[in-house]
């Protein structure tokens, strides 16, 4: 990762459980690259993303493995790791996706002490 990236990028099930050993608070947006409402919400992540490095993880699933392993039917959805496990979630609404406030909210819910 380059310091001046705001998050971590992973493509596969494997480099993404590789990636939440790194950190124990982990929050990931799984997206795919063909979804117009990931398109929208990936500079918003990206900017709650900033100063966070490995604690904010991008995964494109265009495979759909991620999607599979963590029972995910709609992108893109934010999840909370911690420990390696996922203990939160925020789901699209279908036809609708994520806006601005929902992402924000997510995130900051997420690193609340």
């Given amino acids: 990762m380059r310091p001046d990236e705001s998050c971590v990028t992973v493509n596969t099930l494997h480099d993404l459980e590789?990636?939440?050993k790194d950190s124990d608070r982990v929050v990931a947006m799984v997206y795919v690259t063909w979804c117009p409402y990931?398109?929208?919400?990936?500079?918003?992540?990206?900017?709650?993303?900033?100063?966070?490095?490995r604690q904010m993880l991008l995964v494109a699933d265009d495979e759909e493995h991620v999607a599979d392993a963590y029972g995910i039917d709609i992108f893109p959805t934010l999840l909370l790791f911690e420990k390696g496990l996922p203990v939160k979630r925020l789901d699209s609404r279908p036809g609708q996706g994520l806006n601005d406030k929902q992402i924000a909210d997510f995130v900051h819910s997420c690193f609340l002490v």
């Fill in 18 to 20: 590789q990636a939440l």
């Fill in 38 to 53: 990931c398109r929208k919400a990936l500079p918003v992540f990206e900017k709650q993303a900033a100063g966070r490095g």
